[in-house]
């Protein structure tokens, strides 16, 4: 019955959309799991990796396949398929998707649980000296994706330039920006990912025709098409198809030092000194260019402290790292040829060259430059060495710059290609050098790779994405969500931006503050500018600074939440940041809206990106009640409300039953410790039953979940008018030793009568609107609690 009621569909949508009808089709066979059906002009081989992605590859007459993908690492699993032919059509099924390939006119779809997802168009076509790839769209369905760009949630109706490029003090849109991928997803639930390195376009019904379109310069004629059966789903598989971001330290959810730049050592040590003596907590030190020269121009590519400022680093990173600080070094893949390093490069041959095989040279911003060749093992060996040198130094993390690249002219050449077939995957690989590096040299750290280029899949070598130069004004933070959300989507789920705003000398305390406001409900906490005004809070007035340290503090307390959220991120994909519509998909309202979002399952977030906000609107999905962060105000799912702003916070609210694990403030990520936290629950009657929990681990071992080094505490509640029970249990690993932990359990919004641990009658604290108990729990024992409403 099914599959007659998928026929019926589909000879429906073939009526509605001609393809390619110049494509004659004329024979197929299945083999090793793929179906490969040929036409008068080329080869489709359709390869199944799992129910829910398939992919497609069209090689024209004439062409070999290319067999080498850069974003994808799942190998195809071997997936159940079946193939059925009647008169004019053939159907290739999976457990999930469902290919029908139409015979006269030419035509492939994708369909799955009954429902088509996409159908190509014309399918492969050559122009001039671009090669397309074109497919159906649904009239209403929104589009996502494309990489980093400020646009609007909803993207359709835009020709998105896939090369990347930095946008210098972009405000509220910028169609083309650092890290482009050739990624689609559909509100019909469904993403389509064309799987090719080379610069082009990505062209989302711009003219209005319902078509979807990809056009490259050359390469491979590559996509795969995933479904899902919710947001989350859906992206848990396209990360599984590319690649899943491992868990970083802990300390990165801490808060940064940073500036452009710090000019000596001198800096550094008064700088960590001040956020010491105003006790703001701080875990790392970001060192921009002036840590390898004294001038911006002239100097990039020495890639080695400047021993006239920076006398003794080693001593300097050694004390940074006592206090609980680390150090983040500025690198760029440029080689100036005024710099120290440039004979080097050219002797070891490490550069991209002109057509004769000679280093090509030419002038930007920074000076007369060479690039790395990282695609070539002796350049990817040497930009590495210089990397272990440092990290042997004591250096923290590794901050890769300027890596679209930022001029790479297309008469360049490296060992994989042309300049403009290799220019987006330039910090990909960037990023994967020194993920690899790690992996072999220093295989107990987990590394800090912060880059704001990339492309499809960087997320598996811990890539941390930043949004680049955004201005410091209202418009440059207003972009900031649709930028974090929508990448989020793409896998990239710790992009985040210059706290406070980089690029200007617009001075505004009021945006400073909500800017940071805004930063201790995304992925990375890291103020950064221009030296023009100063970024860090310990140079503020002593107002704004206050203001300042009571986010960075809320921030710190908020650690058992975010680096659950983090463990989550690295296990099934699912971004830090979501957007609302993860809530209600089908609520066609939400489609769009980014100005309010969830901070993992459990925080509503609005932020306030205007000037002098004394109220905004704020929707509450419809799931659960949602209660004040600040006050234990009540607010109705499913309502539409004004609330009135906070000079001191963001409106932020807290899912009905929702378990939110804190901590008290600490001065940088190697203070904490679980022995003593505190876990909020809030209780809404409308929610019965739900659950949470804490990942735990040191914060250091790579892959320490997989080595069975971590403990997982788990809550769950079960609520009635008259009673609620929560229960602790915990899941701990093979190699993890717990410990007892002092758990301050705090109930909201109920009035108690009578509690008890374990049968036992337990003295609580009452409150306003809310109750206190004392748990002592013993190494991750089964624990009751039972409070008599």
């Given at each position: ?264 050592e001198e800096e550094v040590r008064k700088t960590i000194d ?248 995304q992925p990375v906490y890291r103020p950064h500018a221009q ?241 206190q108990i004392p748990v002592m729990w013993e190494k991750g ?9």
């Amino acid at each position: 019955m099914k599959m007659k009621k998928l026929l019926i569909i589909l000879m429906a949508s073939t009526i509605s959309f001609a393809q390619n009808v110049n494509r004659k089709f004329e024979n197929y066979k299945e083999t090793n799991n793929t179906l490969e059906v040929k036409t008068s002009d080329g080869l489709y081989v359709i390869k199944p990796y799992t129910g829910k992605i398939v992919e497609t590859s069209f090689i024209p007459n004439g062409e070999t396949f290319n067999p080498i993908s850069h974003a994808v690492v799942l190998e195809p699993r071997n997936e159940s398929s079946k193939v059925i032919e009647a008169h004019n059509l053939i159907t290739y099924s999976t457990s999930g998707i469902i290919i029908s390939i139409q015979k006269a006119p030419f035509k492939i779809s994708y369909s799955y649980k009954n429902k088509e997802l996409l159908s190509e168009k014309n399918g492969y076509t050559k122009k001039d000296s671009t090669e397309i790839l074109d497919f159906n769209l649904n009239p209403t369905e929104t589009l996502y994706g494309g990489g980093a760009r400020a646009l609007g949630m909803n993207r359709r109706g835009n020709r998105l330039q896939l090369y990347n490029r930095a946008h210098y003090g972009y405000e509220t849109r910028a169609e083309l920006m650092n890290f482009t991928m050739p990624l689609v997803m559909s509100s019909k639930m469904y993403a389509v990912h064309f799987d090719n390195a080379p610069i082009g376009y990505l062209d989302l019904d711009s003219t209005k025709n319902n078509t979807l379109a990809y056009e490259t310069i050359s390469g491979r004629k590559t996509y795969q098409v995933i479904a899902g059966d919710s947001w989350a789903d859906l992206i848990s598989s396209y990360t599984d198809l590319t690649g899943k971001q491992p868990l970083p330290a802990r300390w990165t959810l801490g808060n940064f030092s940073s500036r452009f730049g710090y000019h000596s050592e001198e800096e550094v040590r008064k700088t960590i000194d001040r956020f010491n003596k105003e006790e703001i907590p701080v875990d790392a030190i970001i060192l921009d260019l002036y840590w390898f020269g004294k001038t911006v121009q002239g100097t990039m590519g020495n890639l080695d402290f400047d021993k006239e400022k920076f006398p003794n680093p080693s001593k300097m990173i050694a004390d940074l790292n006592d206090k609980g600080v680390k150090t983040v070094l500025i690198t760029e893949p440029f080689v100036l040829t005024t710099s120290s390093k440039w004979q080097e490069a050219v002797n070891k041959k490490v550069l991209a060259t002109d057509e004769s095989g000679n280093p090509f040279i030419y002038d930007f911003y920074f000076g007369n430059t060479g690039l790395v060749d990282i695609f070539k093992p002796e350049g990817a060996n040497w930009f590495w060495n210089i990397y272990k040198n440092l990290i042997n130094q004591g250096v923290g993390g590794l901050w890769g710059d300027l890596g679209e690249p930022e001029v790479f002219p297309s008469k360049a050449f490296t060992a994989a290609g042309k300049a403009d077939e290799v220019h987006n995957i330039y910090g990909h690989n960037w990023a994967k050098l020194v993920a690899e590096g790690y992996k072999k040299d220093f295989p107990n750290q987990r590394p800090f790779i912060l880059m704001r280029s990339g492309y499809s899949g960087s997320q598996r070598f811990g890539m941390i994405p930043w949004s680049g130069d955004v201005s410091r004004t209202w418009g440059g933070l207003q972009s900031q969500t649709e930028i974090a959300l929508q990448m989020g989507m793409q896998g990239m789920g710790y992009m985040h931006s210059d706290l406070g705003g980089f690029a200007g000398d617009y001075f505004d305390n009021e945006l400073y503050i909500r800017w940071l406001q805004y930063g201790v409900f995304q992925p990375v906490y890291r103020p950064h500018a221009q030296e023009d005004v100063a970024s860090e809070p310990v140079y503020k007035d002593v107002a704004t600074k206050a203001k300042a340290k009571k986010q960075i503090e809320l921030r710190y307390q908020m650690l058992p939440y975010n680096y659950t959220l983090a463990f989550e991120n690295n296990q099934k994909g699912t971004p830090l940041m979501r957007p609302l519509f993860f809530e209600e998909p089908s609520n066609n309202k939400l489609l769009n809206v980014c100005e309010t979002y969830l901070w993992g399952n459990d925080f509503l977030v609005t932020p306030i990106t205007k000037a002098g906000i004394t109220k905004t609107s704020v929707y509450f999905p419809n799931k659960n009640n949602w209660f004040d962060f600040y006050s234990d105000r009540k607010y109705l799912a499913g309502k539409t409300e004004d609330i009135a702003t906070s000079e001191d916070h963001l409106p932020v609210f807290v899912r009905g039953g929702a378990f939110i694990p804190m901590i008290k403030t600490i001065q940088n990520t190697s203070k904490y410790s679980l022995a003593n936290f505190d876990l909020h629950y809030y209780f809404d009657p409308k929610t019965s039953k739900s659950l949470g929990r804490i990942y735990n681990d040191n914060g250091t071992t790579p892959n320490a979940f997989e080595k069975g080094e971590y403990e997982l505490l788990n809550f769950s509640g079960v609520a009635t008018i008259k009673n609620l029970t929560i229960q602790f249990n915990s899941e701990i690993g093979k190699n993890y030793q717990s410990s007892d932990k002092n758990v301050a359990l705090t109930i909201h919004n109920v009035k108690a009568k009578k509690v008890t641990i374990d049968g036992k009658n337990t003295p609580f604290k009452r409150n306003k609107s809310n109750i206190q108990i004392p748990v002592m729990w013993e190494k991750g024992l089964p624990k009751e609690i039972k409070i008599q409403l």
